[in-house]
């Protein structure tokens, strides 16, 4: 009995113990929460220290439990829930611790993990597990820079005169620093967005984009003329600061209003009555005049504001208003001048028009001559063409009847040849003839005998068949048996 009465204790001890255990030193972090933890025994802190930084210290312990669950001795230990540092977007977080040695120099800044001060990192979006009774968190906008802008930086930290180093004023004349000093950098921030500790730099955001400013009305800049009389300049100035001297000039100058009160419009203010007051009244009515001013105002802005590091895009001088009194004089003058000018013109384009009749007329008479100096000429070319073939022709039938000459000769001396061969056939007939003939010459005893022998045998057959009749008897009654032919 005894037995199970201890068993029965030591149960609920153990359950008892479970229960204090369980609701007594229990922390559970929910979520987005931490727990921060407070050591109830230990070494006492420093004088003037809130956090313990070392082990066993008496105190608020620098780390913080996250979401989950722990056991502590709640003897010893005491703890505080408290929401993790949220930082939205959009933003970042600036720490600024509050225990450590405080910084030298009077600084403002924590730049040893020890010292207390402005922490130089900075936080992003998201959660974070900070302490609050080490840290106070300070929550501020990104930084962000649009196109057609730059940041201008300026060190709120670092060495200067006041710490035992003097400006250098080789650098952009002392008025721009290196980054480890106070002042005004050379480096700009370009378009993005950016996170910049706001303790440890500032930053001037600056329009790089074409600005455009109308100096009329109240803003009409007004000089004297050199005949004493007044005279207004109404215009526009179109102009944008170049990125690289940006620092420079925010520095010396000012941001955008003080660029135009400073430095633009004194310039055209200045140029204006400078130049100005060298010209008569009527110079600014004629048109040449005021293109010619407005030009010279444009090439000195250019480049007295280009040192400054602003860039002068366009001038244009709308308007130059003069005293009414000589004004319409001057307008007069120009519509004469303008009129005459209309005559003129229309004088000149009559002429242009009886030149480009002329013309036309000249390019007719052209177009004929040409006409008839290509029919001579083709005229010309097909008589001459003519003539070489005739000339061609005569040469073939000259070429023919030299062939056929030639031919006929050669037919002509053949016949000769054939008529030389004759004659001498006969020739030679006749030769033979005659020396037989010579012979029976020679026979009959003399030429005379040969005659009359031979014409007894040419007529003697005549006379014979004259005289004879078919019976036998001559016709005469002279002979009567008459002997035969060929007989003696």
Not at 318 to 331: H, L
Not at 354 to 369: G, I
Not at 428 to 450: D, H, I, P, T, Y
């Amino acid at each position: 009995m005894k037995n199970i009465i201890i068993f029965y204790a030591v149960i609920g001890i153990a359950a008892l113990s479970s229960l204090v255990v369980w609701y007594g030193c229990r922390i559970e972090p929910g979520n987005g929460k931490i727990a921060v933890l407070i050591r109830k025994t230990g070494t006492p802190l420093e004088a003037g220290e809130i956090i313990a930084t070392k082990k066993g210290q008496k105190g608020i312990q620098l780390e913080v439990l996250g979401e989950g669950r722990y056991f502590r001795n709640p003897y010893i230990w005491d703890w505080e829930i408290r929401s993790v540092t949220d930082v939205p977007a959009g933003k970042f977080a600036v720490l600024v611790r509050k225990f450590g040695k405080n910084a030298a120099n009077g600084s403002i800044i924590a730049d040893t993990p020890d010292s207390r001060g402005v922490v130089r990192e900075v936080l992003g979006t998201g959660r974070h597990r900070i302490n609050p009774y080490a840290y106070e968190v300070k929550l501020f906008d990104d930084i962000k820079i649009m196109p057609g802008n730059v940041g201008v930086v300026t060190n709120l930290t670092g060495k200067d005169i006041f710490s035992g180093v003097k400006n250098d004023f080789k650098n952009n004349d002392g008025f721009l620093v290196s980054k480890d000093r106070k002042g005004v950098i050379s480096e700009v921030l370009k378009e993005g967005t950016h996170r910049i500790n706001p303790f440890i730099h500032s930053v001037t955001i600056v329009n790089t984009q074409s600005q455009r400013h109308e100096f009329s009305g109240e803003d009409a800049i007004t000089f004297l003329t050199v005949d004493g009389f007044t005279v207004s300049l109404e215009g526009t100035v179109e102009f944008n600061i170049d990125e690289k001297l940006a620092p420079r000039l925010t520095q010396v100058v000012g941001n955008m209003q003080d660029i135009l009160k400073k430095v633009i419009l004194p310039s055209v203010h200045g140029f204006a009555r400078i130049e100005g007051s060298k010209k008569q009244a009527t110079e600014f009515i004629i048109g040449e005049s005021r293109r010619l001013f407005q030009e010279e105002l444009d090439k000195y802005l250019r480049s007295n504001c280009r040192k400054w590091g602003i860039i002068i895009n366009s001038v244009l001088i709308r308007d130059i208003i003069v005293p009414q009194e000589i004004a319409g004089i001057i307008r007069n003058r120009e519509l004469a001048v303008q009129e005459a000018r209309k005559y003129s013109q229309e004088i000149e384009r009559a002429r242009s028009e009886a030149e480009l009749a002329k013309q036309k007329m000249l390019a007719e008479q052209n177009l004929k001559k040409v006409a008839a100096n290509t029919e001579k000429l083709t005229a010309k070319i097909a008589a001459e063409q003519h003539q070489v073939e005739a000339t061609v022709a005569a040469e073939t039938e000259l070429k023919v009847a030299e062939v056929g000459y030639n031919t006929a000769k050669a037919q002509a001396q053949a016949r000769l040849n054939e008529a030389e061969a004759e004659r001498k056939v006969i020739a030679e007939r006749n030769r033979a003839e005659a020396e037989v003939l010579a012979r029976q010459v020679e026979a009959f005893g003399s030429g005379r005998a040969f005659v009359q022998a031979k014409l007894y045998e040419k007529i003697m057959p005549g006379i014979g068949s004259i005289t004879w009749n078919g019976a036998g008897k001559s016709a005469f009654g002279l002979i009567e048996n008459a002997p035969e032919k060929g007989g003696k």
